[in-house]
């Protein structure tokens, strides 16, 4: 006969769980610490320092980047303007059998 389970779901060997029973080893979870607070000033400079490390794109990589982005675009457009017209075809012919 099998032994009652416990309310977590495992199965209990003499005082201990399965898991523990079967050598597991345990992870202790510590409580987050509390998070210092930061004034008004030194907020800003970590702004200020945050905001020195970005990485401009030069005007060459910008413009190549819109270039790409447009001929997506137009490749995006013709492939649903092709889809659209064959299903509107499609749907006409079916319609068009039922006259």
Same mark, same amino acid.
């Given at each position: #006969?099998?032994?009652?389970?416990?309310?977590?779901?495992?199965?209990? +060997?003499?005082?201990?769980? *399965? *898991?523990?029973? @079967? =050598?597991? *080893?345990?992870?202790?979870?510590?409580?987050?610490?509390?998070?210092?607070?930061?004034?008004?000033?030194?907020? &800003?400079?970590? +702004?200020?320092?945050?905001?020195?490390? /970005?990485? !401009?794109? @030069?005007?060459?990589?910008? !413009? /190549?980047? @819109? +270039? #790409?982005?447009?001929? #997506?675009? %137009? /490749?995006?457009?013709?492939?649903? !303007?092709?889809?659209?017209? =064959? %299903?509107?075809?499609?749907?006409? &012919? /079916? %319609?068009? %059998?039922?006259?």
């Amino acid at each position: #006969m099998a032994k009652a389970k416990t309310p977590g779901g495992r199965r209990t +060997v003499g005082n201990q769980t *399965a *898991a523990a029973a @079967s =050598g597991a *080893a345990t992870v202790a979870v510590d409580a987050p610490a509390p998070k210092k607070k930061t004034s008004i000033p030194q907020f &800003f400079s970590q +702004v200020r320092a945050e905001a020195r490390k /970005i990485v !401009w794109p @030069s005007r060459k990589e910008t !413009w /190549i980047t @819109s +270039v #790409m982005v447009f001929i #997506m675009v %137009l /490749i995006a457009s013709a492939f649903f !303007w092709i889809v659209d017209t =064959g %299903l509107g075809f499609a749907s006409r &012919f /079916i %319609l068009g %059998l039922g006259q």
